[in-house]
């Protein structure tokens, strides 16, 4: 790296008609550098590594997509993690069944708004897609990264991602469903007059491990307006017509 003074006064020399040659020889530069900064290389460098290194809505207050972050916070609660990986770089990953291809793209796309500085690669793993992203700053969007599993450590949400999902709860209950959750067809049977009855209906669980996702979640659909119970200690479920029909809005089945 030289002087930007160095940079400036090379440019001015290329301005008053010196040929590359003669700018480096007083300079004190190399051929090569003279050349790069007079067309514009250098610069173009610069500034995309400026875009790389100042990336992150955290510390440089670049702009964030907030409906796709809760989105992508529902996934990462669920089907996340982020490690530490060479020179202080995070990799952000997230495992997609191979049953729902509609979901691997979207995951996809929606990590790539998030982080758009970074690019987004897919590795193909036994029964699932793995997206992963590459940036020191993953940790800075995701605080509740930690040792061990999610379900062992308490998750608390920061006061910022707190004032996001309460402007887009149905985004955020969406990544959850999408990572842990399930919508299908519920059948129950009643035995009537010595014959056994069957009928359907519509529900979604959602299924975690984590106590502290499990009361996230809750909170969620309460923004939402759907009702919502426990139908076992590590289930959440949405069984009643209206309410599913409320979350149809915003979820949906897998595909």
Known sequence: MHPRETVDRALQLSALGLIDRR?????????????????????????????????????????????????????????????????????FSLACCDDWPGLIEEAAEVTATVMPTSSVSRRQKSGCVEIQSHSKHWTCLFPQHGPGRKHLRKIVLEDWQKKILTIHPGRFVRGLMHSDGYRGMNRVRHHINGSDHWYEYPRYLFKNESKDILELCGEALDLLDVAWRYSRYNTISVARRAAVERLDEFVGPKY
């Open 23 to 91: 700018v480096a020889e007083l300079c004190g530069v190399s051929l090569g550098a003279v050349q790069k900064w007079r067309t514009g290389a250098r610069r173009a460098h610069e500034d995309e590594d400026r875009r790389r290194h100042h990336s992150c809505p955290r510390c440089h207050e670049r702009p964030l997509d907030e409906a796709a972050y809760a989105y992508l916070l529902g996934l990462y609660l669920g089907d996340g993690h982020i490690v530490l990986c060479r020179k202080g770089v995070y990799r």
